[in-house]
């Protein structure tokens, strides 16, 4: 892969350095590049969007796209569909990707610090695992049978502990 696109939103940028004293911007090219190695797409140039909102913008959101009213702390805006994802995913070197933009991912900061207190994971971890579950989300994944929430979970995990935020407390 050589080139990663990242639209990430300052707000969570400056928030993760001020809160945590980090920059997150080579954690998500990890994040990216992890995933979509196991998914095994070979990629040229990959583009991704990632912004924060606060918890009345995601409730909106929320209700308007996926008709759940309530706020969320992640939501994920896929250019694919699981299917397309797939059909992309191959074990033949000879194919490549050459442009690919995954899709949109909104995080609530607000939500964010609740699950970090709620969960004892912290703001780093949380941000990043909310990343990582949305970028898993643009990929085809999900968590709605058990199955797939395995699946998903672990792929979640195996980069969490790339970057050095892995599993806190069974979350």
Do not use: W
């Amino acid at each position: 892969m050589s080139k990663i696109n990242i639209d990430l939103d300052d707000n969570l940028v400056e928030y993760i350095k001020e809160k945590c004293d980090r920059n997150i911007e080579s954690d998500v090219e990890t994040i990216i590049k992890t995933a979509l190695e196991e998914k095994n797409i070979d990629v040229e140039n990959v583009s991704i969007s990632i912004s924060a909102v606060d918890k009345e913008t995601i409730h909106k959101i929320n209700k308007e796209y996926r008709n759940v009213d309530r706020p969320t702390d992640v939501l994920s805006f896929p250019i694919f569909e699981r299917e397309e994802i797939n059909s992309m995913a191959t074990l033949d070197n000879n194919k490549k990707v050459k442009e690919m933009e995954l899709g949109d991912i909104i995080i609530c900061i607000d939500v964010l610090q609740e699950h970090a207190v709620e969960y004892q994971t912290g703001i780093l971890r949380e941000m990043l695992y909310m990343i990582t579950h949305g970028v898993c989300h643009l990929l085809g994944y999900d968590h709605e049978i058990e199955e797939e929430k395995r699946e998903m979970r672990a792929l979640e995990e195996k980069i969490l502990n790339k970057i050095g935020v892995g599993e806190v407390n069974g979350k």
